[in-house]
């Protein structure tokens, strides 16, 4: 079945070092959507970013990811990361065969000064 | 804007008791989820909806039932709440069909005690 990996359950890094947060998939679904979901403290998640197309970058936010059928992999990456950054991220995949979200596990990233 | 509102936000209940968690969207989105939120268990899914009368079992669905009376609404009854069931609970529409790309839209979450 369909399935998505995220490596590392928690970042931490200090302010101005560069972000990537790993996210692998499995599906046999040729097509799929691949998303990152940012959630703040006490807050609900809200999309941060989106994909459909290979191997094109996606950027939002100072964030980007770039889906990469090849490797199954949408990576999250920023240049330059900031106090206001920390928070869970969820990689999620849809397959839209059967209107079925999955998620990640999440990673929390923590961002010091 | 798309717009997901849960009710009740708090909620304490007694062991044994009856929980009822309301969804209303006004995307007009087909597809409605149950999520749970706990540390170190990501957003589980517990039941989800493709429509108005459908009901489908997610991940996690033993002790929960939901109900989709309509388009708009979603609910998720908890018929004899366990201290187990204490969580954060998300309520999310998605737009996976018309074409849509699958992306959620969450609620403002619902806080759950069972004491």
């Known amino acids: 079945g369909d399935s998505v990996t995220q490596t590392e359950g928690l970042v931490t890094l200090t302010e101005g070092l560069p972000v990537m947060l790993n996210c692998t998939y499995q599906?046999?679904?040729?097509?799929?959507?691949l998303f990152w979901y940012v959630q703040h403290l006490n807050e609900s998640p809200r999309l941060l970013l989106k994909?459909?197309?290979?191997?094109k970058r996606t950027e939002h936010q100072g964030f980007h990811a770039t889906l990469h059928k090849s490797s199954s992999s949408f990576h999250l990456q920023k240049s330059s990361a900031q106090l206001s950054d920390s928070a869970l991220y969820y990689c999620?995949?849809?397959?839209?065969?059967?209107?079925?979200?999955?998620f990640g596990d999440g990673t929390q990233l923590v961002v010091k000064p | 804007e798309a717009a997901v509102t849960q009710s009740p936000r708090n909620k304490v209940a007694v062991t044994g008791g009856k929980v009822t968690l309301s969804c209303n969207q006004t995307?007009?989105?087909?597809?409605m989820y149950w999520y749970r939120q706990d540390t170190g268990h990501g957003l589980r899914l517990i039941h989800y909806?493709?429509?108005?009368?459908?009901?489908e079992k997610g991940d996690i669905p033993d002790g929960y039932k939901a109900s989709r009376p309509s388009q708009e609404n979603f609910s998720l009854i908890l018929e004899l709440a366990t201290p187990s069931q204490t969580s954060v609970y998300f309520c999310?529409?998605?737009?996976?069909?018309?074409?849509?790309?699958?992306?959620?839209?969450f609620g403002e979450g619902s806080k759950l005690t069972v004491l």
């Open positions: 909806s493709y429509g108005a009368g459908s009901t």
């Open positions: 999310a529409s998605g737009d996976a069909d018309w074409g849509g790309t699958g992306q959620l839209y």
């Open positions: 599906t046999i679904y040729s097509n799929p959507f």
């Open positions: 994909s459909f197309t290979d191997n």
């Open positions: 995307n007009n989105h087909n597809n």
């Open positions: 999620a995949l849809s397959d839209r065969s059967n209107n079925r979200i999955f």
